[in-house]
């Protein structure tokens, strides 16, 4: 995953390596483009009792706040991660470990489920895609195996914002628009919001948009396909879509997985923020 900071620098969900990293444009040639290493992994004895973690370490998304708050999602291990200032200097095989940042349990108990409620009993399911939605202040998930649009407040909760709520995993998924409630999404990955306030859902053969009203709406991908077609937004065929990024004047620029390319939906709304009619 990828997140632009406040500050301009480019953040990494370094999945493999347990790490969320930076890279910071360089001002002149005397200053280069460089990468860094922002936090890491908790791996002490003393912070894994503290934050309950099986710590897997698979990082996906990443979602930033106005102000500069970030958080990770940490698929394998159910969780949502957020930077904390690190203090333990003795790691688990007793070698010394310099202070510093590190990602560390901010929603979730370590085990897959879909439970909402307070962030100690809340669960998910491989958490995917991250977006913070600062007139809210609050931090929107891509609950992947849930088939569901997950919101944490800051004040402690975790609500279902989109998708069934009392089913399972089986009947919870699907493709079905109306309203949040009662929509059915097929694995959402990447999340985001368009500049009409729009949270746009990249799921695997589909991209929908929820509405600040709550509705949800199909505007590009035509359904299950091995094969991947451009053209129209609801005649256009894609697969697995993995990443998502939009452009200020409301472009969507997709990953398109198994398809191996680069995909852009362009003016799937009117200036007043109407879905436009293919």
Not at 12 to 34: F, H, M, T, V
Not at 142 to 160: E, F, L, S
Not at 172 to 188: C, I, N, Q, Y
Request: charged letters at 25%; one cysteine or more.
């Amino acid at each position: 995953g990828l997140a632009l900071h406040p500050s301009g620098d480019i953040l990494i969900a370094d999945g493999n390596n347990q790490a969320l990293r930076r890279l910071r444009k360089g001002k002149d040639s005397e200053s280069p483009d460089r990468v860094s290493t922002v936090a890491f992994l908790a791996t002490t004895l003393q912070e894994r009792q503290l934050f309950n973690g099986p710590f897997n370490g698979q990082f996906v998304g990443i979602g930033v706040s106005e102000m500069g708050s970030v958080f990770v999602s940490d698929t394998q291990a159910d969780m949502i991660m957020t930077i904390a200032k690190s203090e333990v200097n003795e790691t688990i095989d007793k070698s010394p470990k310099q202070s510093g940042l590190a990602l560390l349990r901010f929603v979730g108990d370590g085990q897959s489920g879909n439970r909402d409620g307070d962030y100690d009993y809340a669960r998910f399911g491989q958490p995917e895609g991250l977006a913070y939605d600062d007139q809210n202040e609050c931090l929107l998930v891509a609950d992947y195996h849930n088939n569901r649009i997950r919101q944490i407040d800051m004040d402690g909760n975790v609500y279902t914002a989109a998708g069934l709520v009392e089913a399972d995993v089986i009947t919870s998924k699907g493709h079905v628009d109306g309203p949040a409630s009662r929509a059915k999404f097929l694995h959402p990955h990447a999340i985001a919001y368009d500049p009409w306030r729009n949270l746009i859902v990249a799921e695997d053969y589909h991209i929908r948009m929820i509405s600040p009203k709550g509705e949800v709406t199909t505007i590009a991908g035509e359904g299950p396909t091995e094969r991947a077609r451009d053209g129209p937004g609801l005649s256009a065929r894609m697969r697995q879509i993995y990443g998502l990024a939009i452009a200020p004047n409301g472009d969507l620029a997709l990953a398109d997985t198994f398809n191996n390319r680069i995909r852009i939906v362009k003016r799937y709304l009117n200036p007043d923020g109407t879905l436009i009619d293919d």
